[in-house]
Nanobody, 126 residues
């Protein structure tokens, strides 16, 4: 069973930076693509960034040039990261780590993903 656990959220001033982490366990025998999806109160879910099992990356237009997705791979455990720089007042949301076996058919859509973490809250103060 794939389990995803996020950490690293918090409160930061506008222009500041945060690094989110997602510890993934339970990957057995298949290659997984992963991503970060966020949702703010009253807003639709928004794909932030994604990385395929073979290393291709995608970013949402609102975060390009500010956020970076990367991961460490071990045999059975992976850690996915989201480095968020130059945070803006429009970035606050619950940030979720998500995973799907194989190729992500639409990597910035939330419904692409099968497995989800519990989320970590990001707050930006102006």
């Amino acid at each position: 069973q794939v389990q995803l656990v996020e950490s690293g959220g918090g409160s930061v001033q506008s222009g500041g930076a945060l690094r989110l982490s997602c510890s993934a366990t339970g990957y057995t025998g298949r290659r997984y693509s992963v991503g970060w999806v966020r949702q703010a109160p009253g807003k639709e879910r928004e794909g932030v960034a994604a990385i395929s099992y073979d290393g291709l990356m995608w970013y949402g237009d609102s975060v390009k040039g500010r956020f970076t997705i990367f991961q460490d791979n071990a045999e059975n455990t992976r850690t996915l990261y989201l480095q968020m720089n130059s945070l803006k007042p429009e970035d606050p949301a619950m940030y979720y780590c998500a995973a799907v076996p194989g190729w992500p058919r639409d990597p910035l859509r939330g419904d692409t993903y099968t497995y989800w973490g519990q989320g970590t809250q990001v707050t930006v103060s102006s």
